[in-house]
């Protein structure tokens, strides 16, 4: 297969672990006689800094004559500290996702066996814990109105959708639950909000085109709860965009790190994969920054064009660097001297020579054998 891929590195730890998914990639397409190219565009601070637009048009192009997009992180700590800048970084994105109508964020969250521990929740309550996270992206509050007042002593954003918004992607969340465990939750908050109401009555007018998914809902603040104290109840949740920004952060607790979760962004025509995790600015050039999100997102978007075997190969690789804890001190593994750039030779290793990376490749690659 021959793929055009949009590489977005943005900002902070962005470009580091982007490198260790396209260095998946280019692996993935030497084994299996595939054709991957790249092509980087700015986005976020750097676009700021380069062009003064967190955009460019040139970058907004780049995306969509490409095949798909691979997106890094953004955001800079030094526009947090300005509260009236009318140019952040973050608008990159959310444009982007507008632009390109990416609707739909689908958020895995799986507790790996080798993991259990570094968990601050009970092993107990986390074994075997798998469901994913169908985020609705492209309206509600992060693209409602936003009004201030002329004296700048008042502010409100608006949170609306509109029903089509809702039907869309509630489709392919049934859908989900329809290939996994069958059971689907809606997280809202409908005793209080209009717009929540509305999810409500849409989900339960299309329920009877699925007869065999258990449809349940879920008010955000029980939910929040529910996730920490008991999330192998869940299957498929879905929700609208502030509260699965929410939920899905507050999920990384359960497998250990936020540099374990990855996403897909989907919409009618394009399809855009990510880390959900921020640009973790401190950390940037440090090496210590968790590809594994990274790297996982490229695994899902193998799987948007059919890749399936060689998704799972890269699936494969990461259970085994974690198996070996070749992972980054993130968390707190075996090794405290694995960074960024290690972790990614593992999976590129691993992938080229699936039967043969072991105990061995930790030995030289970590310097602890004067054997080579």
């Known amino acids: 297969m021959k793929l055009h891929i949009a590489v977005l590195p943005g900002d902070g730890i962005g470009p580091e672990v982007i490198a260790q998914g396209v260095k998946a990639l280019k ?11 790249f092509e980087y565009g700015l986005v976020g601070g750097t676009a700021i800094d380069a062009v003064g637009n967190p955009l460019p048009e040139s970058t907004l192009e780049l995306c969509k004559k490409a095949d798909t997009i691979l997106f890094g992180a953004i955001g800079d700590p030094k526009y947090n500290m300005d509260p009236d800048s009318k140019i952040r970084p973050e608008q990159g994105l959310l444009n982007l996702r507008k632009s390109l109508d990416l609707f739909a964020n689908i958020r895995p969250v799986i507790a790996y066996e080798d993991l259990l521990n570094k968990s601050s929740l009970k092993k107990k309550f986390i074994k075997d814990a798998d ?22 002593n008042y502010a409100s954003d608006s949170c609306g959708y509109h029903r089509f918004e809702i039907e869309r992607i509630a489709h392919l969340a049934f859908k989900a639950a329809q290939s996994r465990k069958h ?22 007018e299309l329920a009877p085109q699925y007869p065999d998914v258990n449809l349940d809902f879920l ?8 996730l920490v104290m008991n999330p192998k109840q869940f299957d498929v949740i879905l929700t609208e965009n ?3 920004d929410i939920l899905s952060e507050e999920a990384s607790v359960i497998v250990g790190s936020v540099g374990l979760l990855a996403s897909a962004s989907i919409g009618p025509k394009y399809a855009m994969f990510e880390p959900i995790h921020g640009a973790y600015s401190k950390a940037t050039d440090k090496g210590i920054a ?35 804890h070749i992972t980054t001190p993130d968390l707190n593994m075996k090794y405290d001297n694995i960074s960024t750039s290690k972790v990614g030779d593992f999976i590129e290793d691993f992938i080229n020579n699936p039967e043969e990376t072991n105990l061995n490749f ?3 690659h970590l310097g602890q054998s004067t054997i080579i």
């Open 219 to 226: 008010f955000i603040d029980n939910a929040a709860k529910q």
């Open 290 to 324: 968790n590809p594994i999100a990274s790297i996982l997102s490229a695994a899902m978007l193998l799987d948007h064009f059919a890749l399936f075997e060689e998704a799972a190969l890269i699936r494969k690789a990461i259970d085994k660097s974690i198996k070996l």
């Open 362 to 364: 930790t030995n030289i």
């Open 242 to 244: 502030m509260f699965g």
């Open 183 to 204: 059971k689907l939750t809606l997280v809202d908050k409908a005793n209080v909000l209009e717009s929540s109401r509305l999810w409500r009555k849409v989900l339960m």
């Open 27 to 37: 692996a993935i397409a030497m084994e299996f006689g595939h054709v991957f190219t």
């Open 131 to 152: 469901f994913v996270i169908y985020r609705e992206l492209t309206g509600g509050i992060y693209f409602g109105d936003k009004i201030i007042s002329e004296d700048g």
